[in-house]
C-alpha cells in the first residue's frame, strides 16, 4: 500500500523557516515526479512545487526564490525547504506522487497524505 506521511510544519513568525518532510512507502519513486501542494481554509488546492525524477524543478510564482524542493531517493523521501516565510504561506501541506513527467496539476497526483500543517505568524 502506498502511503506518503508529512512532517514538519507548525507556526512560524513572517520571515521564519521550516523544512518539511515527505516520507513514502510501498513503492519506490525514484522514477516518479514529485509535487507539493497547499490548502488555505476557504481556498482550493494549490500548485506549490515538483521535482522530477532527475530533480528539475517547477515552482509557483508565489514561491519562487524562497521556497527550495529536494529529494533523496535512498531515503524515498522529499522535502520542501521553506525560506522568508509570509502569512499568505499559511495552509496545509501535502505531497504526493506522479508516474512519467512533473505536471503543476493536482488531479494528475496520487498518494495523498494527510498533510502537515504551516501557520505564519504577522
Known amino acids: 500500500q502506498v502511503q506518503l506521511v508529512e512532517s514538519g510544519g507548525g507556526l512560524v513568525p513572517a520571515g521564519g523557516s521550516l523544512r518539511l518532510s515527505c516520507a513514502a512507502s510501498g513503492r519506490t519513486f525514484s522514477n516518479d515526479a514529485m509535487g507539493w501542494f497547499r490548502q488555505a481554509p476557504g481556498k482550493t488546492r494549490e500548485f506549490v512545487a515538483t521535482i522530477g525524477w532527475s530533480g528539475d524543478t517547477i515552482y509557483a510564482a508565489s514561491v519562487e526564490g524562497r521556497f527550495t524542493v529536494s529529494r533523496d531517493n535512498a531515503k524515498n523521501t522529499v522535502y520542501l525547504q521553506m525560506n522568508s516565510l509570509k502569512p499568505d504561506d499559511t495552509g496545509n501541506y501535502y505531497c504526493?506522487?506522479?508516474?512519467?513527467?512533473?505536471?503543476?496539476?493536482?488531479?494528475?497526483?496520487?498518494?495523498w497524505g494527510q498533510g502537515t500543517q504551516v501557520t505564519v505568524s504577522s
Open positions: 504526493a506522487y506522479k508516474s512519467g513527467a512533473k505536471s503543476v496539476w493536482s488531479n494528475e497526483y496520487r498518494g
